[in-house]
């Protein structure tokens, strides 16, 4: 199985400050990763080193088998950050011009043709969001603003979604919808990268932890990390009760 993502032995200051060190890692096709840690603990500085938006002071990340500096196919990756979600956007255009823009990088300078609206479509309809076609992307609520940024990632064909703590600010019934959505895209084939402060909801979603404070304590699949002292390690006291229902 070809990786998606292999970082060996990254690390990344802010300055004097170690945010991440010293991280080997990869992400396969097909995998659910959890990212997990306590706060500042270098999740989301960890995340863009693996999508390229921040290069490593030392180590390796490599995205589809290409060096991450040389990688230019941005099309393969969704990213939903956590401002995304949480801020409400400024996006001028509507729901269906903003998955429309995941076509672009297929279609170049030319029109989208009749596929490529075709292929939108199907994003705003497999999402579950095709009501909300013609609404504003500021207008919409954060769960729906989430949905409208991974229709637009499936309209470009995406191998990769990651996604930063993307159920902030969002209803329990929205969050459990949406994770099921997560789950389905998943089971297609979707490479998906999950950072999530609740770990009861990381533990029964993904299919492997890796788990961080600027040091990597477990990278493995979701079982051994339930068995393992990594969240105690990690968390120190204020590890929270992990649930489990693989």
Do not use: W
């Not at 989301?44 to 030392?58: A, K, N, Q, R, V």
């Not at 990088?105 to 497999?126: C, K, P, V």
């Not at 492997?208 to 600027?214: F, G, H, K, P, Y």
């Not at 990594?230 to 489990?244: C, D, I, K, N, R």
Request: a negative charge; charged letters at 25%; glycine letters at 10%.
């Amino acid at each position: 199985m070809s990786s998606v993502v292999d970082c060996q032995d990254v690390s990344f200051s802010y300055g004097e400050q170690p945010a991440v060190s010293d991280v080997s890692l990869t992400v396969d096709q097909g995998d659910f990763l959890g990212l997990i840690g306590p706060n500042g603990s270098g999740k989301t500085t960890l995340l863009h080193l693996m999508l390229g938006l921040l290069s490593p002071d030392e180590g390796s990340v490599e995205l589809f088998g290409q060096p991450v500096d040389d990688f230019d196919q941005g099309n393969r990756i969704g990213y939903v950050s956590q401002q995304a979600t949480s801020r409400g956007g400024t996006m001028p255009v509507t729901v269906r011009e903003c998955v429309r823009m995941g076509r672009f990088a297929h279609a170049g300078h030319s029109r989208l043709s009749a596929d490529d609206e075709a292929i939108a479509e199907e994003a705003l309809e497999t999402v579950g969001i095709t009501d909300l076609a013609e609404q504003r992307v500021n207008e919409l609520s954060g769960g729906q603003r989430q949905r409208a940024y991974i229709a637009r990632a499936l309209a470009s064909e995406a191998d990769l979604l990651a996604l930063d703590e993307p159920t902030v600010g969002v209803d329990a019934e929205s969050r459990d919808a949406f994770y099921q959505l997560l789950e389905s895209l998943n089971d297609d084939g979707i490479a998906i990268i999950l950072i999530e402060h609740d770990i009861g909801v990381v533990t029964d979603r993904a299919d492997r932890i890796a788990c961080i404070n600027t040091e990597l304590y477990h990278h493995g699949d979701t079982e051994s990390f339930v068995e393992s002292d990594a969240l105690s390690e990690a968390y120190g006291a204020t590890g929270t009760v992990v649930h489990h229902h693989h």
